[in-house]
Nanobody
């Protein structure tokens, strides 16, 4: 079993930055591909970014490409999401997720481990 705990959410003005962290325990972190998802009120959970087990390969949704950066520190058992130039439409609950699959995963159903989520609110 894997436990994932996110932190770093909060309230920020448009154009600002936040860095989310997700720390894992219970399993060898280097064996997990990780993803970041977000869910706005009344909307489905959507993929924001994903990173491979090694941290070498990454994926970004078109809506965040060039503004968000996902990184993985296997020594600290932590995955990060650096979010710059934030927009009001980035508002939502952000979840990190883990998968034992090889390669990048972007679908909700492809992840078996989930954190509790952290709220990000971007004011205009």
């Amino acid at each position: 079993q894997v436990q994932l705990v996110e932190s770093g959410g909060g309230l920020v003005q448009a154009g600002g930055s936040l860095r989310l962290s997700c720390t894992a325990s219970g399993r060898t972190f280097s064996g997990l591909a990780m993803g970041w998802f977000r869910q706005a009120p009344g909307k489905e959970r959507e993929s924001v970014a994903a990173i491979s087990r090694s941290g070498v390969s990454t994926y970004y949704a078109d809506s965040v490409k060039g503004r968000f950066t996902c990184s993985k520190d296997n020594l600290k058992n932590t995955v990060y999401l650096q979010m710059n130039s934030l927009k009001p439409e980035d508002t939502g609950v952000y979840y990190c997720a883990g998968s034992t699959a090889v390669g990048l995963r972007v679908a909700v159903r492809q992840y078996g481990f989930w954190g509790q989520g952290t709220q990000v609110t971007v004011s205009s």
